[in-house]
């Protein structure tokens, strides 16, 4: 079963902030939010993760709704490197349980 | 650059050959992964690897067999492969124990079984 669902496809346009949603609406109270990205041909790469409050770092924002059901990865000032898939991703944080689920992920395409 | 070195970047191997992936991280983690990646699939957790000792086998068939002789280093050998093998395989690494923390994914081998 698929924890999370996110829309096949977005684009955005260079410069502006990029919007990524992700439902989660059956995620358990202990599971956090994670998003990685993977740029083509490359390995995913680490963005953010969160409990249950926003969190910012120097790559994006994450911003969970109150009841935790669903996320949004906002990256503030879209460039063409950021073009790639994103994934969203809920786990556990448990002791030696290190499975990580993707899914298909969203691809972004930021456009000139 | 994550830290996280994988060699060869690309593979070309027959059924019978056997061959072996390498992956090294110079992060300090005590967790270390590996993933496979098809064409227009999701990522597939094969094995983990927590303080050297096998914690997962994500029912991967013996043609794959992992070995982590130390923290930093891991390998995946490869016999008899199957041309349906064909994809990326991709090295991770995390701190230990909890799974909060954040996997590195290294660059990637690209397979091609012939």
């Known amino acids: 079963d698929a924890k999370t669902t996110q829309p096949t496809s977005m684009d955005c346009a260079e410069g502006r902030a990029a919007n990524l949603p992700c439902n989660h609406s059956t995620i358990s109270g202990n599971e956090y939010v994670y998003w990685y990205r ?3 041909s490359q390995g995913p790469q680490y ?10 770092n120097e790559m994006a924002s994450l911003i969970i709704t109150e009841d935790r059901k669903s996320s949004t990865l906002i990256l503030p000032h879209a460039t063409l490197r950021d073009t790639a898939v994103y994934y969203c991703i809920v ?7 290190n499975d990580m689920r993707f899914g298909a992920g969203t691809r972004l395409t930021v456009k000139p | 650059e994550t830290g996280v070195t994988q060699t060869p970047r690309h593979l070309v191997m027959g059924m019978t050959n056997k061959k072996s992936l390498k992956c090294e991280q110079h992060l300090g983690h ?14 597939e957790l094969m094995f983990v690897y ?5 914690t997962e086998n994500n029912s991967v068939p013996s043609r794959f067999s992992p070995e982590c002789p130390n923290s930093s280093h891991l390998f995946l050998h490869l016999h008899t492969l199957q041309p349906e093998d064909s994809a990326l395989y991709l090295c991770a690494s995390s701190q230990a124990p909890l799974s909060s923390y954040e996997q590195y994914f290294g660059p990637g081998t690209r397979l091609t079984v012939t």
Do not use: V
């Open chain 1, 38 to 40: 993977q740029i083509h």
């Open chain 1, 47 to 56: 963005i953010i993760h969160g409990l249950k409050n926003n969190e910012t």
């Open chain 1, 91 to 97: 786990r556990p944080q448990t002791y030696n349980n």
């Open chain 2, 30 to 43: 005590n967790a270390m992964y590996w993933y496979k990646q098809s064409a227009k699939k999701p990522l």
């Open chain 2, 50 to 54: 927590n303080f050297k000792e096998q």
